[in-house]
């Protein structure tokens, strides 16, 4: 079946520090790929999306680009905040309405 | 911008009673979906629920699991006897489209069996 693996946490930046969290897939066909973000005590909010191979997703700062041949979405972030600091997964939707399937997640404490 | 509702955002019961957890879907989408998050672990996939029917399931949903949609804003999980281990956050979800595409998700409820 489908599967996601992240980097394995917790990861810890000081302010400003260059962020990648390594996302990796395992999935028939041509999945969408999303990166979640999880503030403490609260829900998953959508950070980026991307569709098909070769599309970047960006938002707040973050990005991640779908890589078909190395089936991998790594999200990264030039320069993070003390306010980046949350829990970041990945996932991924394989079939129409279908699941999502989520890596583990990757807490990120950055420390100013 | 429209969002998923859950209430209540906490929910403590005793073991082997029946819990009902509440999701209104933004108003337009037609694809429900349940998942769980067990304190520090992954995000996992329950149940999809399209046209009335469940689309599929994960065999963590079995039969003291139920989902309804009562009327054409409520979306609901029922858990018939809690067991300890049913101690989770509870994410509803909504999608608007058939495609692969963005799932919306509530802020959650955190369920606590005692």
């Known amino acids: 079946g489908d599967s996601v693996t992240q980097m394995e946490g917790p990861v810890t930046l000081s302010e400003e520090a260059f962020l990648t969290i390594n996302c990796t897939y395992t999935?028939?066909?041509?999945?969408?790929l999303f990166w979640y973000v999880q503030y403490p005590g609260e829900g998953l909010q959508l950070l980026l999306k991307?569709?098909?191979?070769?599309d970047k997703g960006s938002n707040k700062g973050f990005e991640a680009t779908y890589r078909k041949e190395t089936t991998s979405f790594h999200l990264e972030k030039g320069s993070v905040q003390v306010s980046d600091s949350a829990v970041y997964f990945c996932a991924l939707i394989n079939t129409n309405a279908g699941k999502s399937t989520f890596g583990d997640g990757t807490t990120l404490t950055v420390k100013p | 911008e429209p969002e998923v509702t859950q209430t209540p955002s906490h929910q403590v019961t005793q073991m082997g009673q029946e819990v009902i957890l509440r999701c209104v879907p933004i108003s337009n989408h037609l694809y429900f979906y349940w998942y769980r998050q067990i304190l520090g672990q992954k995000v996992e996939f329950l149940v999809s629920f399209y046209n009335n029917e469940i689309s599929e399931k994960s065999e963590i949903f079995d039969d003291q699991f139920s989902v309804e949609r009562p009327d054409g804003s409520n979306f609901t999980l029922k858990i018939r006897s809690t067991k300890l281990e049913d101690s989770a956050m509870y994410f509803c979800?909504?999608?608007?489209?058939?495609?692969?595409?963005?799932?919306?998700f509530g802020a959650g409820t955190r369920l606590s069996v005692l």
């Open positions: 999935a028939t066909g041509y999945p969408s």
């Open positions: 979800a909504s999608s608007g489209q058939g495609g692969k595409n963005i799932q919306y």
């Open positions: 991307a569709t098909k191979a070769d």
